[in-house]
């Protein structure tokens, strides 16, 4: 944990360099520089006397409401338990009277590292988790980020790859650049390439101005270009031309434009698959591919499910202040780990979100706060959709009944592995060709 201190009371310094004992990060900060210095989780140790310039007492207030830091205000020992009052009034979640003893200095700290987890999760470019999976991935993307070489990002929906496109401009050269964000899955196709290398006055009808592409306005920069996979053939090549010789030219432009733009690029489809079916161009998959991150799904790390889980209630957004400080019971915790999370992160943020305003003013977090699909577990969305009729020994054809059990056993499969084809086809040793066929055979897209 960060603890920012700001203020005189040198005696704290010392018990703070005691207290940190390599966990903790200690800075010191003037009171006036206060604003903006904090982050999400941080602890703010403030001095605060009675006749205190307010601007200052504002500045802190407002900077613990913007990143949901704890305050602690230290005191003068004479300072009346109305003074007090009032800043616990203002917002403080501690005031300690300086000097004070070590217990008493450690014992109001404690607090504020409470052991149920929302202290110890690794935290990186917004990307928590403690799975080696992870430990790898903010590694790798350290280690990437300084090249100017394209970078695939592949994951299920909601692993976290515009998190991690995002990581790669951050750990940049770029990082005070533009980080333009496009997403071809919301554009029209037609519209893609003007979109990506603009236009040129009068090129067609309605061009009245010159336009801009985001390469032009991403220059500098990084342009992460998301769900790429939706990309038509014709825009890909363009595209591919520009990544090599870093230009173009604008619809219905006579002169090339040189830029200088990181591409990351992100989907969420197979796009090996989609090369095989050629509506993805091999030339440009293995362009952007040379570096690949391929971000798990989380039930592939569920290690990550706790430590996301308390890190989204402590950081939740709902309601911060309430949220802090409930728990989630071991009972719900169990649900939230045993459950196959399809949607992945963004479906567990939800979740968590979600049971904050279900469970009120209570403190613990019950799996009746979850929604009920999460708990009726082993009732698979297949088992629920379809019931198969019971096996009565009157069965008379053998074909229909066959295919009946291998139609369960497929979605069965499919659905514990996240509807992952490749995954399912590896788990239950049959070729991804095959399981494609059965997949349509029995309908079970
Ligand atoms: N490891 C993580 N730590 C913290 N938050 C995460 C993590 N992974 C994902 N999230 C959060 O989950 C949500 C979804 O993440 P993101 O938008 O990056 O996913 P995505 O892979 O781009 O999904 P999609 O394919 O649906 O666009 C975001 O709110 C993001 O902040
Ligand atoms: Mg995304």
């Known amino acids: 944990m960060r603890i920012i201190k700001s203020g005189n009371f040198y005696s704290v310094d010392a018990f703070l360099s005691d207290f940190s004992g390599g966990e903790h990060d200690v800075q010191k900060i003037n009171p006036a520089a206060i604003f903006g210095s904090a982050e999400y989780g941080d602890l703010i140790l403030y001095e605060a006397t009675p006749g205190d310039d307010d601007g200052n007492m504002e500045s802190v207030i407002r900077e613990k409401e913007r990143v949901g830091a704890r305050l602690v205000f230290m005191v003068p020992a004479e300072s009346n338990e109305e003074y007090i009052t009032s800043l616990e009034r203002l917002g403080a979640d501690e005031v300690i009277k300086m000097p004070c003893e070590y217990e008493t200095f450690s014992a109001a700290l404690k607090k504020f590292t409470p052991v149920a987890g929302h202290t110890g999760a690794r935290e990186e470019f917004g990307i928590v988790g403690n799975s080696p999976q992870l430990d790898f991935i903010r590694n790798f993307i350290k280690k990437v980020a300084k090249s100017n070489i394209p970078v695939l990002i592949e994951g299920e929906s909601g692993t976290g790859k515009e998190l991690a496109a995002y990581g790669v401009h951050k750990a940049s050269l770029r990082s005070d650049q533009p980080f333009i964000p496009v997403n071809c899955g919301a554009i029209p196709k037609e519209l893609l390439e003007n979109e990506f290398f603009g236009h040129e006055k009068g090129s067609f009808t309605g061009a009245i101005n010159d336009k801009k592409g985001l390469f032009e306005i991403a220059d500098k920069g990084t342009l992460f270009i998301d769900e790429i996979g939706e990309m038509d053939p014709s825009a890909q090549v ?44 091999k030339d440009l ?15 592939d790390r569920r290690e990550d499910i706790p430590v996301l889980a308390e890190y989204f209630l402590s ?12 728990k989630i019971s071991k009972e719900a915790m169990e649900v939230l780990s045993s459950y196959n999370w399809p949607g992945n992160v963004r479906e567990l943020l939800n979740v968590i979100e979600r049971s904050v305003v279900l469970s009120e003013k209570r403190i613990v977090i019950t799996k009746g706060d979850f929604p009920t699909h999460l708990t009726d577990a082993g009732e698979t969305q297949y088992d629920a959709e379809e019931k198969y009729p019971e096996i009565t020994g009157q069965e008379t054809k053998h074909g229909p009944f ?5 139609k369960r056993f497929i979605a069965s499969a499919l659905k514990y592995n996240g509807m992952d084809k490749t995954k399912t086809a590896a788990a239950i040793g049959i070729s991804i060709a095959n399981l494609y066929r059965k997949i349509r055979k029995y309908n079970l897209e």
Do not use: Q, W
Request: proline share 3%; aromatic share 6%; no cysteine.
């Open 402 to 406: 066959m295919a009946m059990m291998e």
């Open 315 to 326: 950081h939740s957004r709902v309601n911060p202040e309430e949220a802090f400080h409930k």
């Open 285 to 299: 998959f293995y362009r952007l591919s040379s570096i690949l991150i391929k971000l798990p799904a989380l039930r």
């Open 238 to 281: 363009k595209l591919l031309r520009a990544l090599e010789t870093g230009k173009f030219m604008r619809i219905g432009g006579a002169r090339e434009i040189k830029v200088d733009v990181r591409i990351v690029a992100a989907t969420n489809r197979d796009v090996k698959e989609e090369m095989k079916a050629g509506r993805f161009r």
